[in-house]
């Protein structure tokens, strides 16, 4: 009784912001902490769009991470706009921040995140792909030129893909995080439903395997989701902004929708544990991007 009271003591839980710019691998990141795909990810920015917590619970920890989307600068839209409000709002709710940079990539971009930095809160600096860079004298003179800039709690070279330096990580999290009980069961992941990750899944495919212009206009809707048995029922709308569009999605013979559908729900299935039918189409609804009744029906 003893060893599990004082256990309990020194138990610690608390909320990590991941922020940084667009593409700098923040979903990838929280995915390999946690040891599975749980944030959607691709080499486009905008990929991540809303907030997402992933709960990684250890013996004496349990870490609540916010993935966030990237801080936009371009093509302020009424949805940019969303997204950056709730990275703004994140920086003052969480008990730590993590700042995440690419080596050699340092621009305005990043300097635009690093205003926002609170000043009352403990922040990492993260420098994600660390591996490469060769040898980690190498980056000295990047982790001597953010020092100057902010007075970072800690640095912290990592690379997500490679599980490199992750442990390390999470404990310089650790020592800033509350002693409190955890405020989530232990098998807990995250704090999204399943109707909610269906549609970040089917998103994800038509950011990856679309060019550079369809993505951005695009969001998915799950119109039906049923669970019969060990069989998920998932009825997804693909949303365009433009009628010009939808062939893009379709594709010759429908086979591009086709290869959305069949990656999004081969993801699905691995992620539920179940047998999924997946049934998507493409539908256009001009203009939602920029109108804010739209977004608010959409989840944003």
């Known amino acids: 009784m003893t060893e599990q009271t004082t256990a309990s003591d020194h138990f610690r839980c608390g909320t990590i912001a991941i922020v940084g710019r667009p593409n700098v691998g923040k979903s990838t990141l929280l995915n390999h902490i946690l040891g599975l795909k749980l944030a959607i990810t691709s080499r486009k920015a905008q990929t991540t769009r809303h907030r997402l917590l992933g709960i990684h619970t250890t013996e004496d920890t349990q870490f609540l991470f916010v993935d966030t989307p990237g801080f936009q600068q371009k093509h302020i839209n009424a ?27 340092l621009g305005e971009a990043d300097e635009l995140v690093l205003k926002l930095l609170p000043k009352n809160k403990p922040v990492l600096l993260v420098v ?11 980056l000295l003179p990047l982790i001597q030129d953010f020092d100057l800039l902010f007075d970072f709690a800690g640095i912290i070279p990592v690379s997500a893909k490679k599980n490199l330096y992750l442990d390390e990580l999470l404990a310089a ?33 038509v950011f990856r395997l679309l060019g550079d212009e369809v993505p951005y206009s695009v969001t998915v809707e799950i119109e039906k989701f049923e669970t019969v048995k060990n069989l998920r029922r998932i009825f997804a709308a693909i949303i365009v902004d433009k009628e010009s569009q939808k062939p893009m ?21 691995k992620l539920f544990g179940s047998k999924v039918y997946l049934e998507t189409w493409v539908k256009v609804k001009g203009g939602w991007a920029d109108d804010a009744r739209a977004l608010k029906s959409l989840g944003f």
């Open 173 to 205: 999290i650790r020592e800033h995080l509350p002693e409190q009980a955890a405020m989530y069961a232990e098998d807990e992941l995250t704090d999204k439903n399943e109707r909610f990750l269906a549609a970040e899944l089917v998103r994800e495919k």
């Open 79 to 105: 949805l940019n706009k969303s997204l950056n409000k709730t990275v703004t709002q994140v920086l003052t709710e969480v008990d730590v921040v993590l700042f995440v940079i690419e080596p050699m990539k």
């Open 249 to 269: 999605i379709i594709g010759k013979g429908g086979e591009k929708l086709k290869q959305i559908s069949t990656e999004a729900r081969q993801d699905m299935e």
């Open 128 to 138: 994600n792909k660390a591996d490469l860079m060769g040898d980690k004298g190498n």
